[in-house]
């Protein structure tokens, strides 16, 4: 999956500019995979009541069925999703109105270089969202996770802006405590001593997750109880 998303992965930016400001329009990597995972995610009876996982390729690539051995379990992440694409696919989510929703989203935000409050402020347009049209789901968000150039350079844009990731990840926490909500910090045990993604979960890219670290992932939410 992720090698074929090398192939077709590109950019496509889209800004308005009003006076001296910049209005942010909906920006995103791999557009023609975007647009087949809607495709499927239409297709799919609405099912209410049960567990979501919201995100980008993180997400995307996570066998969530066979690591919770639930074959209810939702996956709805799309590989180069930003927040911007997250808020135009909300409704599927909210239309299904899930018991629980699992969200990690931010990281394609920083690589294009879109401003920190303006993820903050996505992020929390899709909490208070989630909230207001289905106010019985638990509402669970993610740490964005660091990069590690290290290894194999395959996403330029992504490496070298751990700092940046840390500024997001402290104003989620505040959102979470502003809005009651769970915030979930994953770096705690996936970044090295140096702040970076840890070698020993991370994929050949040093951005996505290999299989050791999904399941030390769902270990954590199960000792939490999150799960």
């Known amino acids: 999956m992720k090698r074929t998303l090398l192939a077709i992965c590109f950019c496509l930016a889209?800004?308005?500019?009003?006076?001296q400001n910049i209005v942010y329009d909906t920006i995103q990597y791999a557009q023609e995979?975007?647009?087949?995972?809607?495709?499927?995610?239409?297709?799919?009876?609405?099912?209410?009541?049960?567990?979501?996982?919201?995100?980008?390729s993180i997400t995307e690539f996570g066998d969530w069925q066979k690591l919770l051995n639930d074959s209810t379990v939702i996956n709805r992440g799309i590989a180069g999703d930003n927040t911007f694409g997250v808020l135009a696919r909300l409704d599927d989510v909210i239309n299904r109105e899930p018991n629980k929703?699992?969200?990690?989203?931010?990281?394609?935000?920083?690589?294009?270089?879109?401003?920190v409050e303006i993820i903050v402020k996505n992020i929390s347009t899709i909490?208070?969202?989630?909230?207001?049209?289905?106010?019985?789901?638990?509402?669970?968000?993610?740490?964005?996770?660091?990069?590690n150039d290290n290894v194999k350079n395959e996403y330029p844009d992504a490496y070298n802006?751990?700092?940046?990731?840390?500024?997001?990840n402290k104003q989620l926490k505040k959102q979470?405590?502003?809005?009651?909500?769970?915030?979930?910090?994953?770096?705690k045990i996936f970044s090295d001593k140096y702040g970076k993604l840890d070698i020993?979960?991370?994929?050949?890219?040093?951005?996505?997750?290999?299989?050791?670290?999904?399941?030390?992932?769902?270990?954590?939410?199960?000792?939490?109880?999150?799960?």
């Open 101 to 115: 929703v699992f969200i990690k989203i931010g990281i394609n935000d920083i690589s294009q270089n879109i401003p």
């Open 161 to 168: 802006k751990n700092s940046l990731v840390n500024l997001v």
């Open 176 to 187: 979470a405590k502003k809005y009651n909500i769970i915030y979930i910090d994953i770096n």
């Open 200 to 227: 020993k979960y991370a994929d050949s890219d040093g951005l996505h997750l290999n299989d050791f670290a999904y399941k030390t992932w769902i270990e954590l939410l199960k000792s939490n109880k999150y799960l």
């Open 33 to 56: 995979h975007h647009q087949k995972r809607l495709i499927l995610f239409k297709n799919e009876p609405i099912l209410k009541g049960k567990i979501i996982f919201l995100g980008n």
């Open 14 to 19: 889209t800004t308005i500019v009003v006076g």
């Open 127 to 147: 909490v208070k969202s989630i909230k207001e049209k289905s106010p019985m789901t638990k509402i669970y968000i993610h740490s964005i996770l660091p990069t």
